[in-house]
């Protein structure tokens, strides 16, 4: 991945192996889910059933836009 000079990469791939950054990722998934989940009426979406040992087991790549350091 590229950097600008002098800029931090705002989006970066997440070690989803490091537990600290798969529950980020988790409550960032459960958040979204669920406006979607209530924007749509359908209260149950899978991904809301997903746990940091499913998202760590599903062998997909993890990128996140970071913003002063946190996962936005």
């Known amino acids: 991945m590229m950097k600008r000079k002098g800029k931090k990469r705002m989006i970066q791939e997440i070690n989803i192996a490091a537990s600290e950054w798969a529950e980020a990722v988790l409550r960032l998934q459960l958040r979204s889910c669920a406006v ?12 809301l059933q997903d746990t940091v ?6 062998g997909e790549r993890f990128f996140g836009y970071m913003k002063q350091g946190q996962l936005a």
């Open 36 to 47: 979607e989940a209530e924007l749509i009426g359908w209260a149950n979406l899978p991904p």
């Open 53 to 58: 040992a499913m998202l760590q087991q599903c």
